[in-house]
Protein backbone atom coordinates (compact mmCIF):
# COMPACT_ATOMS: atom_id res chain seq x y z
CA UNK A 1 0.00 0.00 0.00
CA UNK A 2 1.22 3.58 -0.98
CA UNK A 3 2.17 5.67 2.38
CA UNK A 4 2.11 8.68 3.90
CA UNK A 5 4.16 10.80 6.75
CA UNK A 6 3.28 11.54 10.55
CA UNK A 7 6.63 12.99 11.93
CA UNK A 8 9.10 10.37 11.69
CA UNK A 9 6.68 7.48 11.06
CA UNK A 10 5.93 6.38 7.82
CA UNK A 11 2.45 4.69 7.92
CA UNK A 12 0.08 3.07 5.07
CA UNK A 13 -1.74 6.09 2.94
CA UNK A 14 -5.25 4.35 4.79
CA UNK A 15 -5.04 3.26 8.34
CA UNK A 16 -7.92 2.09 10.83
CA UNK A 17 -10.02 3.71 13.06
CA UNK A 18 -10.75 0.81 15.81
CA UNK A 19 -14.03 2.87 17.48
CA UNK A 20 -16.47 0.72 15.50
CA UNK A 21 -14.77 -2.44 16.94
CA UNK A 22 -15.94 -1.51 20.56
CA UNK A 23 -17.94 1.43 20.50
CA UNK A 24 -20.69 3.96 19.34
CA UNK A 25 -22.53 2.04 16.78
CA UNK A 26 -24.40 -0.53 18.96
CA UNK A 27 -23.56 -4.00 19.95
CA UNK A 28 -19.68 -4.61 19.23
CA UNK A 29 -18.64 -7.58 17.60
CA UNK A 30 -17.38 -10.74 19.39
CA UNK A 31 -13.55 -10.56 20.28
CA UNK A 32 -13.48 -13.34 17.36
CA UNK A 33 -15.10 -11.21 14.44
CA UNK A 34 -12.98 -7.76 15.74
CA UNK A 35 -9.65 -9.72 16.39
CA UNK A 36 -10.31 -10.85 12.35
CA UNK A 37 -10.89 -7.72 11.62
CA UNK A 38 -7.42 -6.17 13.03
CA UNK A 39 -5.07 -9.16 11.75
CA UNK A 40 -6.95 -8.78 8.05
CA UNK A 41 -5.96 -5.15 8.27
CA UNK A 42 -2.03 -5.97 9.20
CA UNK A 43 -2.38 -8.50 6.68
CA UNK A 44 -3.16 -6.10 4.35
CA UNK A 45 -0.87 -3.45 4.94
CA UNK A 46 -2.25 -1.01 7.15
CA UNK A 47 0.57 0.31 9.25
CA UNK A 48 -1.71 3.14 11.39
CA UNK A 49 -4.09 1.91 14.38
CA UNK A 50 -5.90 4.46 15.99
CA UNK A 51 -7.44 3.92 19.46
CA UNK A 52 -8.19 6.00 22.25
CA UNK A 53 -9.39 5.18 26.21
CA UNK A 54 -12.79 6.19 25.40
CA UNK A 55 -13.59 3.55 23.05
CA UNK A 56 -15.53 0.80 25.10
CA UNK A 57 -14.08 3.14 28.21
CA UNK A 58 -10.69 0.95 27.27
CA UNK A 59 -12.59 -1.99 26.01
CA UNK A 60 -10.45 -1.41 22.63
CA UNK A 61 -7.69 -0.54 24.08
CA UNK A 62 -7.70 -4.38 25.53
CA UNK A 63 -8.63 -5.32 21.97
CA UNK A 64 -5.65 -3.92 20.41
CA UNK A 65 -3.47 -4.78 22.89
CA UNK A 66 -3.66 -8.32 23.36
CA UNK A 67 -4.47 -8.82 19.26
CA UNK A 68 -1.84 -7.11 18.10
CA UNK A 69 0.83 -7.65 20.94
CA UNK A 70 2.80 -9.76 19.31
CA UNK A 71 3.05 -7.54 16.06
CA UNK A 72 3.94 -4.38 17.76
CA UNK A 73 7.14 -3.60 15.70
CA UNK A 74 5.25 -3.96 12.52
CA UNK A 75 2.68 -0.91 13.00
CA UNK A 76 2.55 2.99 14.26
CA UNK A 77 -0.01 2.85 17.49
CA UNK A 78 -1.90 5.94 18.23
CA UNK A 79 -3.93 6.33 20.86
CA UNK A 80 -5.80 9.27 23.34
CA UNK A 81 -6.61 10.28 26.54
CA UNK A 82 -8.53 13.04 28.06
CA UNK A 83 -11.95 12.14 27.22
CA UNK A 84 -13.07 8.55 28.40
CA UNK A 85 -15.33 7.24 31.52
CA UNK A 86 -15.74 8.57 34.92
CA UNK A 87 -17.13 8.04 37.59
CA UNK A 88 -20.38 10.40 39.00
CA UNK A 89 -22.13 10.58 42.40
CA UNK A 90 -23.52 7.34 42.39
CA UNK A 91 -20.69 5.52 40.97
CA UNK A 92 -21.40 4.88 37.36
CA UNK A 93 -18.63 5.41 34.77
CA UNK A 94 -20.11 8.26 32.65
CA UNK A 95 -18.24 10.06 29.57
CA UNK A 96 -16.38 13.13 30.61
CA UNK A 97 -12.99 15.51 29.68
CA UNK A 98 -10.41 15.71 32.06
CA UNK A 99 -7.42 17.00 30.52
CA UNK A 100 -5.20 18.07 33.91
CA UNK A 101 -1.86 17.02 34.17
CA UNK A 102 -2.37 14.60 36.84
CA UNK A 103 -5.44 12.66 35.12
CA UNK A 104 -3.68 12.62 31.50
CA UNK A 105 -0.54 11.52 33.15
CA UNK A 106 -3.43 8.72 34.72
CA UNK A 107 -4.29 7.72 31.58
CA UNK A 108 -1.63 7.30 29.67
CA UNK A 109 -0.36 4.78 32.44
CA UNK A 110 -3.19 3.24 32.07
CA UNK A 111 -3.47 2.89 28.15
CA UNK A 112 0.02 1.55 28.18
CA UNK A 113 -1.28 -1.27 30.28
CA UNK A 114 -3.91 -2.29 27.74
CA UNK A 115 -2.32 -1.92 25.39
CA UNK A 116 0.45 -4.40 26.53
CA UNK A 117 3.52 -1.33 25.22
CA UNK A 118 5.71 -0.14 26.91
CA UNK A 119 5.27 2.63 24.30
CA UNK A 120 2.63 4.90 22.61
CA UNK A 121 3.79 5.94 18.96
CA UNK A 122 1.35 8.82 18.44
CA UNK A 123 -0.68 9.89 21.85
CA UNK A 124 -3.69 12.36 21.32
CA UNK A 125 -5.25 14.99 23.66
CA UNK A 126 -8.78 13.73 22.68
CA UNK A 127 -10.41 16.85 23.42
CA UNK A 128 -8.75 19.92 24.78
CA UNK A 129 -10.54 19.88 28.43
CA UNK A 130 -11.54 24.24 27.70
CA UNK A 131 -11.23 24.47 32.09
CA UNK A 132 -6.98 24.32 31.43
CA UNK A 133 -5.00 26.25 29.55
CA UNK A 134 -3.93 23.57 26.48
CA UNK A 135 -0.51 24.52 27.29
CA UNK A 136 -0.11 22.80 30.80
CA UNK A 137 -2.07 19.49 29.31
CA UNK A 138 0.75 19.53 26.46
CA UNK A 139 3.26 20.16 28.99
CA UNK A 140 2.59 17.02 30.98
CA UNK A 141 2.20 14.98 27.94
CA UNK A 142 5.66 16.51 26.78
CA UNK A 143 7.40 15.46 29.71
CA UNK A 144 5.81 11.53 29.49
CA UNK A 145 7.57 11.77 25.98
CA UNK A 146 10.68 12.91 27.86
CA UNK A 147 10.21 9.51 29.93
CA UNK A 148 10.03 7.64 26.82
CA UNK A 149 6.28 6.87 27.65
CA UNK A 150 5.19 8.53 24.06
CA UNK A 151 7.08 8.90 21.22
CA UNK A 152 5.11 12.11 19.25
CA UNK A 153 1.77 13.64 20.20
CA UNK A 154 -1.07 14.97 18.42
CA UNK A 155 -4.04 16.95 19.17
CA UNK A 156 -7.89 16.34 18.25
CA UNK A 157 -10.68 18.44 17.11
CA UNK A 158 -8.87 21.61 17.94
CA UNK A 159 -8.93 25.34 16.34
CA UNK A 160 -5.79 26.49 14.34
CA UNK A 161 -5.24 29.02 17.40
CA UNK A 162 -5.11 25.96 19.72
CA UNK A 163 -2.64 24.17 17.54
CA UNK A 164 -0.19 26.91 16.92
CA UNK A 165 -0.67 27.60 21.19
CA UNK A 166 0.25 24.00 22.06
CA UNK A 167 2.97 23.76 19.29
CA UNK A 168 4.52 25.95 20.69
CA UNK A 169 5.39 24.03 23.55
CA UNK A 170 6.09 20.93 21.97
CA UNK A 171 5.74 19.61 18.50
CA UNK A 172 2.55 18.51 17.70
CA UNK A 173 2.53 15.62 15.10
CA UNK A 174 -0.67 14.98 13.95
CA UNK A 175 -4.16 16.44 14.23
CA UNK A 176 -7.04 14.38 14.44
CA UNK A 177 -10.58 15.68 13.19
CA UNK A 178 -13.38 14.65 10.97
CA UNK A 179 -12.70 15.28 7.27
CA UNK A 180 -14.79 13.95 4.34
CA UNK A 181 -16.54 15.13 1.93
CA UNK A 182 -19.75 16.13 4.05
CA UNK A 183 -17.67 17.40 6.97
CA UNK A 184 -15.33 20.28 5.85
CA UNK A 185 -15.29 22.06 8.63
CA UNK A 186 -11.28 21.11 8.26
CA UNK A 187 -11.26 23.90 5.46
CA UNK A 188 -11.65 27.13 7.26
CA UNK A 189 -8.40 26.94 9.11
CA UNK A 190 -7.01 24.24 11.18
CA UNK A 191 -5.64 22.52 7.59
CA UNK A 192 -3.92 25.37 6.78
CA UNK A 193 -2.43 25.74 10.07
CA UNK A 194 -0.95 21.98 10.22
CA UNK A 195 0.57 22.26 6.49
CA UNK A 196 2.09 25.58 7.95
CA UNK A 197 3.84 23.57 10.84
CA UNK A 198 4.75 20.50 9.15
CA UNK A 199 2.11 18.42 11.04
CA UNK A 200 0.14 15.80 9.54
CA UNK A 201 -3.63 16.08 9.00
CA UNK A 202 -5.55 12.42 10.50
CA UNK A 203 -9.36 12.27 8.77
CA UNK A 204 -11.65 10.80 11.26
CA UNK A 205 -15.12 9.60 9.76
CA UNK A 206 -13.92 9.65 6.09
CA UNK A 207 -16.70 7.94 5.14
CA UNK A 208 -19.22 10.08 7.57
CA UNK A 209 -20.26 7.50 9.54
CA UNK A 210 -21.19 4.98 6.67
CA UNK A 211 -23.25 7.73 5.31
CA UNK A 212 -20.84 8.04 2.09
CA UNK A 213 -20.40 4.39 1.78
CA UNK A 214 -24.18 4.09 1.27
CA UNK A 215 -24.68 2.01 4.32
CA UNK A 216 -27.35 3.85 6.45
CA UNK A 217 -30.35 3.55 4.24
CA UNK A 218 -32.66 3.40 6.98
CA UNK A 219 -32.21 5.07 10.37
CA UNK A 220 -34.93 3.46 12.30
CA UNK A 221 -32.69 0.10 11.48
CA UNK A 222 -29.73 1.24 13.79
CA UNK A 223 -29.56 -0.14 17.23
CA UNK A 224 -30.83 2.15 20.24
CA UNK A 225 -27.72 2.94 21.42
CA UNK A 226 -26.06 3.81 17.41
CA UNK A 227 -24.58 7.23 18.37
CA UNK A 228 -26.03 8.07 14.85
CA UNK A 229 -29.49 8.46 16.22
CA UNK A 230 -28.71 11.30 18.02
CA UNK A 231 -26.43 12.82 15.58
CA UNK A 232 -28.45 16.25 13.36
CA UNK A 233 -27.73 14.89 9.88
CA UNK A 234 -29.84 11.25 10.63
CA UNK A 235 -32.75 12.53 12.02
CA UNK A 236 -35.82 12.70 10.52
CA UNK A 237 -35.90 16.09 10.05
CA UNK A 238 -32.27 16.31 7.71
CA UNK A 239 -32.24 12.56 6.90
CA UNK A 240 -34.53 12.54 3.78
CA UNK A 241 -32.61 15.52 2.30
CA UNK A 242 -29.17 14.06 2.70
CA UNK A 243 -30.38 11.12 1.53
CA UNK A 244 -31.38 12.31 -2.02
CA UNK A 245 -27.49 13.28 -2.56
CA UNK A 246 -26.94 9.82 -2.78
CA UNK A 247 -28.55 9.34 -6.23
CA UNK A 248 -25.99 11.71 -7.66
CA UNK A 249 -23.03 10.39 -5.68
CA UNK A 250 -23.68 6.84 -6.65
CA UNK A 251 -23.90 7.67 -10.39
CA UNK A 252 -20.38 9.57 -9.98
CA UNK A 253 -18.92 6.52 -8.46
CA UNK A 254 -20.04 4.61 -11.09
CA UNK A 255 -18.78 6.27 -13.52
CA UNK A 256 -15.41 6.10 -11.62
CA UNK A 257 -15.54 2.05 -11.46
CA UNK A 258 -15.71 2.27 -7.69
CA UNK A 259 -18.05 1.80 -4.89
CA UNK A 260 -19.52 5.11 -3.14
CA UNK A 261 -17.09 4.52 -0.29
CA UNK A 262 -13.51 3.99 -2.37
CA UNK A 263 -14.94 7.24 -4.24
CA UNK A 264 -15.27 9.14 -0.98
CA UNK A 265 -11.67 7.92 0.13
CA UNK A 266 -9.68 8.88 -3.04
CA UNK A 267 -11.35 12.61 -3.29
CA UNK A 268 -10.25 12.62 0.60
CA UNK A 269 -6.52 11.48 -0.53
CA UNK A 270 -6.20 13.66 -3.38
CA UNK A 271 -6.92 16.46 -0.86
CA UNK A 272 -3.29 16.31 -0.08
CA UNK A 273 -0.35 14.45 0.58
CA UNK A 274 -0.76 15.03 4.10
CA UNK A 275 -4.21 13.70 4.80
CA UNK A 276 -4.43 9.80 6.12
CA UNK A 277 -7.98 9.00 6.69
CA UNK A 278 -9.10 6.21 9.14
CA UNK A 279 -12.14 4.16 8.13
CA UNK A 280 -13.21 2.48 10.68
CA UNK A 281 -15.41 -0.94 10.33
CA UNK A 282 -16.57 -4.17 11.56
CA UNK A 283 -16.71 -6.38 8.35
CA UNK A 284 -13.56 -7.78 6.61
CA UNK A 285 -14.89 -6.87 3.31
CA UNK A 286 -15.79 -3.44 4.06
CA UNK A 287 -12.24 -3.17 5.35
CA UNK A 288 -10.96 -4.30 1.75
CA UNK A 289 -12.62 -2.51 -0.02
CA UNK A 290 -11.84 0.95 1.66
CA UNK A 291 -8.14 -0.10 1.41
CA UNK A 292 -8.44 -0.56 -2.33
CA UNK A 293 -9.13 3.03 -2.40
CA UNK A 294 -5.62 4.23 -1.89
CA UNK A 295 -4.53 2.62 -5.27
CA UNK A 296 -7.46 3.50 -7.81
CA UNK A 297 -7.88 6.44 -10.18
CA UNK A 298 -9.98 8.55 -10.27
CA UNK A 299 -9.89 11.55 -12.88
CA UNK A 300 -9.85 14.76 -11.59
CA UNK A 301 -12.77 16.16 -12.94
CA UNK A 302 -15.15 13.26 -11.06
CA UNK A 303 -13.23 14.28 -8.11
CA UNK A 304 -14.71 17.62 -8.16
CA UNK A 305 -18.12 16.65 -9.58
CA UNK A 306 -18.64 14.45 -6.23
CA UNK A 307 -16.92 17.45 -4.35
CA UNK A 308 -20.05 19.84 -5.80
CA UNK A 309 -21.95 16.93 -5.06
CA UNK A 310 -21.95 16.58 -1.11
CA UNK A 311 -20.04 19.26 0.60
CA UNK A 312 -21.06 21.34 3.31
CA UNK A 313 -23.79 24.09 1.74
CA UNK A 314 -25.69 20.67 0.38
CA UNK A 315 -26.05 18.84 3.55
CA UNK A 316 -29.02 19.32 5.62
CA UNK A 317 -27.99 19.82 9.52
CA UNK A 318 -24.50 20.32 11.48
CA UNK A 319 -22.25 17.42 12.23
CA UNK A 320 -22.44 17.68 15.90
CA UNK A 321 -25.36 18.12 18.12
CA UNK A 322 -25.55 20.79 20.42
CA UNK A 323 -23.42 19.12 23.36
CA UNK A 324 -20.68 17.29 21.31
CA UNK A 325 -20.48 20.79 19.55
CA UNK A 326 -19.33 22.58 22.77
CA UNK A 327 -16.87 19.67 23.53
CA UNK A 328 -14.77 20.41 20.14
CA UNK A 329 -12.71 23.21 19.97
CA UNK A 330 -12.94 23.13 15.77
CA UNK A 331 -13.89 26.08 13.56
CA UNK A 332 -17.32 25.87 12.18
CA UNK A 333 -19.19 27.87 8.86
CA UNK A 334 -21.04 30.59 9.66
CA UNK A 335 -24.86 29.88 9.54
CA UNK A 336 -26.39 30.44 6.26
Not at 20 to 44: I, K, Q, W
Not at 61 to 85: I, P
Not at 105 to 112: F, G, I, N, Q, V
Amino acid sequence: MKTRKIGPFEVSAIGLGCMNLSHAYGAPPSEEDAARVLLTALDAGVTLFDTAALYGFGANETLVGKTLKAHRQKFTLASKGGLGGFPDAQGKVVRGIDGRPETLRRYCEDSLRRLQTDVIDLYYLHRWDKKVPIEDSVGELSRMVEEGKLRTLGLSEVSAATLRRAHAVHPIAAVQTEYSLWAREAEIAILQACRELGVAFVAFSPVGRGFLADGVPDVEALEANDIRRAMPRFTPSHFPTNLELLRAFRAIAQEAGCTPSQLSLAWLLAQGPDIIPIPGTRRVDHLLENLRAADISVSPDLLARAGACINHRTVSGPRYAERSQSEVDTEQFPAE
